[in-house]
T-cell receptor, first 115, second 111 residues
């Protein structure tokens, strides 16, 4: 079984400041890792994913996450945030089997970007 | 737009009633997943179908059931509704590698 812990429920930050949203996971098997973003009153959008290969993955809007197997972490970072990044961010894990599997989500981190 | 569609967007109903939520996956995706999002439980996996067959079950109540039809759309049936069933219900679909794309959700309010 897998589990995900998002260490911060809320992260306030000023515009143009850097931010890190922390995610740790637990699993007895290899995993795929994901970050999803949920804007108010909307569904979940896939932000970035780690399936295999390079441990550093990037999104098109400046976010990046690094898979650290030894620390079982997949922290999300952005060097300079915008007001429009205000949203809830969910870290998720699934077992890396051959058949697509269920996602286990963390509790979410609410990122609030202030001017 | 993820390509996953869900209807209806909102549903208001009374306790004891039965509702059906509908989901159409992205073109070509064989797997459909249902999730429930509530304030107290967060995002919880309910059930997965793969090409018409049930593949995995999560924290799904016995009052809830689902199916996937030959055209790959899926329905989630919720019966004997209780106040605590009020939540956002999401459908997601995938083809390979666990990468799931979510629909906009159905907000269920039980009064």
């Amino acid at each position: 079984a897998q589990s995900v812990t998002q260490l911060d429920s809320q992260v306030p930050v000023f515009e143009e400041a850097p931010v890190e949203l922390r995610c740790n996971y637990s699993s007895s098997v290899s995993v795929y890792l994901f970050w999803y973003v949920q804007y108010p009153n909307q569904g979940l959008q896939l932000l970035l994913k780690y399936l295999s290969g390079s441990t550093l993955v990037e999104s098109i809007n400046g976010f990046e996450a690094e898979f650290n197997k030894s620390q079982t972490s997949f922290h999300l970072r952005k060097p300079s945030v915008h007001i429009s990044d205000t949203a809830e961010y969910f870290c998720a894990v699934s077992a890396a089997t051959g058949t697509p599997g269920k996602l286990i989500f963390g509790a979410g981190t609410r990122l609030a970007v202030h001017p | 737009d993820s390509g996953v569609t869900q209807t209806p967007k909102h549903l208001i109903t009374a306790t004891g009633q039965r509702v059906t939520l509908r989901c159409s996956p992205r073109s070509g995706d064989l797997s459909v997943y249902w999730y429930q999002q509530s304030l107290d439980q967060g995002l919880q996996f309910l059930i997965q179908y793969y090409n018409g067959e049930e593949r995995a079950k999560g924290n799904i109540l016995e009052r809830f059931s689902a199916q996937q039809f030959p055209d790959l759309h899926s329905e989630l049936n919720l019966s004997s509704l209780e106040l605590g069933d009020s939540a956002l219900y999401f459908c997601a679909s995938s083809v390979v590698n666990g990468e799931q794309y979510f629909g906009p959700g159905t907000r269920l309010t039980v009064t």
